[in-house]
Every structure is written in C-alpha cells, then in structure tokens.
C-alpha cells in the first residue's frame, strides 16, 4: 500500500490532520498533470498549473475532510475537478468573444487565425456528459486523458486496468465521443 493510499485511509477513519497530509504528496503529480493539460491550451487562457491545481484541490477538500475509496478514486475526482474548472473558463472566454458591450462581437486577430479551443473543449464536455450517462468508466478515461493529460500507462495505473484493457476502453470511448462530435465522420474532432 502506497502512502497516498494510507493516508485515504486514514482520512476516511477520521484521523485528525490526514487530509492536510495529503496534498503535499499528490502535488506535484497533479501540478505535472495540469502543466500538461494547459500546455494543450490555446492562446488566451489564464489558468495557470498552480492555479488550476489548487483550484481543483479547494473543490476536492470542500469544507470537510474529503473522502476518496483509493488513489484512482482520488485521481478521477482530480480529473473531473480540473475539467469543471476547464470548461468553466472556456465557456467564460466564449462568452467574451461572443458579445461585447456594444452587442457586437468582439474578434482578436491572434484568436481568429489558431483553433478555438473553447469551442471544442465545450462540445467535448457535452458529449463526454452522454458518455458519462452511458459508460462512467469509459467518461472517466477521457477525464483523465483529455482534461488532465495523463498518458495510457498512467490513466491505466490511476484507473486499476491493464494497459490492453485501458486502450480498448480508450478506443470505445473515442469512438463514442467522435460519433456524438462529428456525425460526419471527418478528422476536425481532436482527441488525445
């Protein structure tokens, strides 16, 4: 059993101080994680790795002492967590670039000639909802893939699959959300 793993026990069996144990060995994985997920960012973006870490970790700790089953459990809180803050500031920046205070849309050059990547996280959100309603574990792999950048092997370990069956599940999962994004069937749609 890995310290991380202790110490959720020990927050769940109610010993005084775990939760404030807890950070310090998961941070830096999880600013890791972030950096990589914002450095798939387009320009424009405000967030941080440690601002998004610790945004992520005042939603996961909340006001009590939070409760997670193991490690992956507390990773794909992680991940969910740092995709609600993703979205949240996608759809913050569509909302500037739609209207100005004149009512007229306002467009930056710079934004005009790279991808919009608020778009495509906000319509990846949406299907990944479905998907979620669908195959929570499948919704859970593109968590941690897409919004949190991890690789195969590490979504794998995080999840508690093998490595095959991780890219089965990872292939299924593209599939569902690229059928839901592009019924079509063209390549626009970027998954990890």
Not at 55 to 81: I, Q, T, V, Y
Not at 97 to 121: F, H, I, N, Q, W
């Amino acid at each position: 059993m890995n310290d991380v793993t202790q110490i959720l026990a020990a927050i769940r069996s109610g010993t005084p101080g775990a939760a404030d144990e807890l950070l310090p060995l998961v941070y830096s994985e999880l600013r890791r994680m972030a950096g990589q997920r914002l450095a798939l960012e387009g320009s424009g973006h405000t967030l941080q790795p440690t601002v998004l870490v610790h945004d992520a970790w005042m939603r996961l700790a909340g006001d009590g002492a939070p409760h997670f089953a193991c490690r992956a459990h507390f990773f794909a809180a992680a991940a969910e967590s740092m995709r609600r803050i993703l979205v949240e500031s996608a759809r913050r920046r569509l909302a500037r670039k739609r209207t100005s205070p004149s009512g007229y849309a306002e467009y930056v050059e710079a934004e005009l000639a790279g991808p919009v990547r608020e778009e495509e996280m906000c319509a990846v959100d949406d299907a990944l909802d479905a998907l979620a309603r669908r195959d929570p574990e499948a919704a859970n792999l593109v968590k941690l893939r897409y919004f949190v950048g991890m690789t195969m092997e590490e979504a794998s370990k995080a999840m508690g699959l093998s490595l095959r069956a991780t890219e089965r599940l990872w292939s299924y999962a593209r599939a569902s959300l690229r059928s839901r994004l592009d019924p079509a069937g063209s390549e626009a749609t970027r998954l990890p």
